[in-house]
């Protein structure tokens, strides 16, 4: 599906105005994985072969809804002044099988009753929630969305299997949208999305669904993600280059202008690789997968929260993102780099004493630390938002 944000100046895009992110505490570093025994595996081969140096994981008692609570928090006080009025939550570790996460994070931001989902894209997950919040705004549905890409891995992970447990990791990044312009920093200029059922069983969780409910009974392949790395390969380099040819073709970008890239953090082979297709230079390539690892529908907007939080690039540049994932799935998504810092936020579990009927209705998050990433600062100017 190629979808463009429509050209009339009257017809809203969205455009970014607040980044959040939420990174759990705890790093885990190669040595740590490999000290564990479970895997048959060395720091330098998980390096040579993947870029991942360390990764994140949260705390047993943290959720993915705790992560995508602090991120969401986070890209609020990004944009002070701007109420969501609705959350769209991309994730493949929902809180639970029902009801969706999202709802309940909206009630936990204070959002009272915005209109609240999930999507479920696993790896490709933000891109597909970004460009449904900008059909949304295009429709007038919203004016302000709040995207979070949110995933904890670490829950779905056998530690047992060497070609995920090296790999994954836990967090959440968001992104605050308002209705503008097309020609504006932060504005969603072009999108191309792609799927192939086909291949569904090359990265998937087997159980827990209505074909094989519950876990017990189950074996460690059928409770646990897999992904059958070797043949993901060669599929994500192709879809993700063709899928950004078809989103800067309806931008009206030329390859060469693209000034930022960031792929979906899941191999660092394969971010070279795409971007060496589409003629990016080294320079203009960004992402923190030997960091963080791949965090899946979190990834994309933790890599560019980052990037920001760095001012690595200038507001207004034009930007290229584009993934790959379970499903088979697949987009790309043409934009100009946002006018704003990204604020970060710590998880905090949610109180086990609470539940849905007793949390009182105006209740905000409790416990979480926040704080603008301390960065050297650079010459470019931004908005004023960001103070």
């Known amino acids: 599906m190629n979808t463009r944000a429509p050209g009339r100046a009257a017809t809203a895009t969205a455009v970014v105005c607040g980044i959040g992110s939420c990174l759990p505490p705890r790093s885990l570093t190669n040595e740590e994985i490999v000290a564990r025994g479970e895997l048959a595996t060395t ?15 949260a705390a047993p008692d943290v959720s993915t809804g705790d992560l995508a609570l602090a991120a969401g928090e986070a890209a609020m006080r990004s944009a002070p002044g701007v109420r969501p009025d609705l959350v769209l939550i991309a994730t493949t570790t929902p809180d639970r099988p029902c009801p969706a996460t999202a709802p309940d994070v909206a009630h936990r931001l204070g959002l009272g009753t915005v209109p609240a989902f999930d999507l479920a894209a696993v790896c490709s997950g933000f891109l597909y929630a970004l460009t449904t919040a900008n059909a949304l705004i295009a ?4 004016r302000n969305p709040l995207v979070i890409g949110a995933e904890k891995y670490s829950a779905i992970v056998d530690p047992r299997d060497r070609d995920t447990a090296p790999i994954f990791g836990d967090g959440a990044g968001a992104f605050l949208l308002r209705a503008g312009d097309h020609d504006e920093p932060g504005a969603l200029v072009a999108a191309d999305l792609g799927a192939d059922g086909a291949g569904s069983d090359l990265i998937a969780v087997a159980g827990g669904g209505s074909r094989l409910p519950g876990t017990a009974g189950l074996d460690r392949d059928e409770r646990y993600f897999r992904m059958r790395g070797r043949q993901v ?5 192709t879809h993700m280059t063709r899928s950004a040819h078809s989103a800067l073709d309806r931008a009206g970008w030329p390859a060469p202008s693209i000034e930022a890239f960031i792929g979906h953090q899941a191999n660092q082979r394969i971010l070279d690789s795409v971007a060496e297709r589409l003629g990016v230079p080294v320079h203009h390539r960004f992402g923190n997968i030997a960091d963080v690892g791949n965090t899946a529908a979190a990834s994309i907007p933790l890599a560019l929260a980052d990037t920001a939080a760095r001012r690595l690039v200038r507001p207004g540049a034009r ?12 987009g790309a998504i043409a934009l100009t780099w946002p006018a704003v810092l990204p604020h970060t936020a710590a998880p905090a579990p949610r109180p086990p ?4 009927t007793d949390v009182p209705p105006d209740a905000l998050t409790d416990g979480l630390t926040e704080a603008l990433t301390d960065r050297s600062p650079q010459p470019w100017k931004l908005s004023a938002s960001t103070s």
């Open 233 to 237: 390969y060669a599929r994500a380099v």
């Open 139 to 142: 429709q007038g549905t919203c």
């Open 43 to 57: 720091d330098a081969w998980i390096r040579s072969r993947t870029g991942i140096a360390r990764r994140r994981h």
């Open 353 to 356: 004493s609470r539940t849905l």
């Open 319 to 330: 930007t290229l993102l584009t993934t790959f994932g379970g499903g088979l799935t697949w």
